[in-house]
């Protein structure tokens, strides 16, 4: 049974920093590409970051320079190193796992507010 477990939700600042981290099981991590997703009120879910098994990340534009996606295959481990956080950041950031028809994990929520 897979399972995708994300932590490290929570209140920050504007300017703040955050790391969501993401512990897989189930899957065959090491190869398995993983992304980041994020989902606003109101708005469509919204690729953040994805990792390949070979270590090739990609960015969307509105994070590019502020976070870093990485991943740990010792612990089944991806994560989102979250810097500079603005306001629109704020909504719940989801895993994946590019495997088969994918995997969700049922998300963390950040919110970046004064």
């Known amino acids: 049974q897979v399972q995708l477990v994300e932590s490290g939700g929570g209140l920050v600042q504007p300017g703040g920093s955050l790391r969501l981290s993401c512990a897989a099981s189930?899957?065959?991590?090491?190869?398995?590409?993983m992304d980041w997703y994020r989902q606003a009120p109101g708005k469509s879910r919204e690729l953040v970051a994805g990792?390949?098994?070979?270590?090739?990340?990609n960015y969307a534009d509105s994070v590019k320079g502020r976070f870093t996606i990485s991943r740990d295959n010792a612990k089944n481990t991806v994560y989102l190193q979250m810097n500079s956080l603005k306001p629109e950041d704020t909504a719940v950031y989801y895993c994946?796992?590019?495997?088969?028809?994918?995997?969700w994990g049922k998300g963390t929520l950040v919110t970046v507010s004064s």
């Open positions: 994946n796992a590019r495997v088969g028809m994918g995997y």
């Open positions: 189930g899957i065959i991590f090491s190869v398995s590409s």
């Open positions: 990792i390949t098994g070979n270590m090739i990340t």
